[in-house]
């Protein structure tokens, strides 16, 4: 079982930065795939970023944040981070941490249902 706490998020004008963190229960975090997801008002939740569990981690991102948003992980804090620049009034939008436990190295997830644990959310908002 692994609890999942996001924070971090807030209010930001466009073109400002943000950085999301994600904190997880349990010993075995590093056996971890973790991913972002965010849900905008009125729409569906959506994948954001997604890293795999290994030192060498590979990494996936949205089109849309490809090149202004980065994944990384702390194992030995347990925490996940999404880092998040050159904002646009389009990231608005609660933004989710999950977990999936991995016997793969190298894999990431981008699919929800790839995922078993979520975190409670972290609410930004883009100011234009």
């Known amino acids: 079982q692994v609890q999942l706490v996001e924070s971090g998020g807030g209010l930001v004008q466009a073109g400002g930065s943000l950085r999301l963190s994600c904190a997880a229960s349990?010993?075995?975090?590093?056996?971890?795939?973790m991913g972002w997801f965010r849900r905008a008002p009125g729409k569906e939740r959506e994948f954001v970023a997604a890293m795999s569990k290994s030192g060498d981690s590979t990494y996936l991102y949205a089109d849309s944040v490809k090149g202004r948003f980065t994944i990384s992980r702390d194992n030995a804090k347990n925490t996940v981070y999404l880092q998040m620049n050159s904002l646009k009034p389009e990231d608005t939008a609660v933004y989710y941490c999950a977990a999936r436990r991995s016997i793969f190295s190298s894999a990431t997830y981008v699919q929800e249902n790839d995922y078993d644990y979520w975190g409670q959310g972290t609410q930004v908002t883009v100011s234009s």
């Open positions: 349990g010993r075995t975090f590093s056996s971890y795939a």
